[in-house]
């Protein structure tokens, strides 16, 4: 059974990227993200109406974090500190090894290989530190990009019925 424990919080540094944790800092820049209507009409989640809402996510999301239940990474370039997008493993499975992958970039910043590199390094910290056996991604239909992404990194497609896409261990 996996032994989740993200304390201290496991920040990922890569060739052009730091995936760090989420800070109340990033509240203006999050919100942004998380109101882009090219950002959610893939995404089924409710619209934040205002700061306090992203405040209060933020808050949340750190609690997940302070009970081991997942990982959110704020995406930012190395030397600048600001917000693109984010990645996140969660839904965590302890007995079946598994987790899901979940992630949005800004779409000012699409089309660079900025997810590309995140979620490679992202992949490799749940398959190669926290033990995972399989990764699940769960697209809307029509998210074309994202389905390109996960294949390219290897994900296989459940079933036809679903858009449910897994990376065993064994893929990598």
């Known amino acids: 059974m996996l032994n989740l424990n993200f304390t ?13 944790q989420l800070q109340d800092d990033d509240v203006h820049e999050l919100f942004a993200l998380r109101t882009d209507e090219r950002v959610n009409r893939f995404l089924d989640r409710p619209l934040p109406q205002s700061l306090t809402d992203v405040r209060e996510f933020i808050e949340k999301i750190n609690q997940i974090t302070h009970h081991n239940e997942g990982l959110y990474w704020v995406i930012t370039r190395k030397n600048e500190d600001k917000l693109l ?3 996140g493993l969660w839904n965590f499975e302890p007995e079946q090894y598994r ?3 979940g992630y949005e970039l800004h779409p000012d910043h699409q089309g660079q290989g ?7 390094h992202v992949l490799a910290y749940g398959f190669d ?13 029509g998210n074309l990009p994202s389905v390109r992404l996960l294949l390219r ?5 459940v079933n036809d019925q679903e858009n449910v896409y897994i990376l065993s261990e064994k893929k990598l």
């Open 8 to 20: 201290p919080f496991p920040t990922i540094t890569t060739q052009r990227l730091v995936l760090r």
């Open 85 to 87: 997008g984010t990645i």
């Open 99 to 101: 987790a899901e992958i």
């Open 114 to 120: 900025t997810m590309h590199e995140a979620i490679t």
């Open 129 to 141: 530190r926290l033990g995972l056996q399989a990764i699940t991604a769960d697209t809307v239909p």
């Open 153 to 157: 990194h290897g994900f296989v497609k």
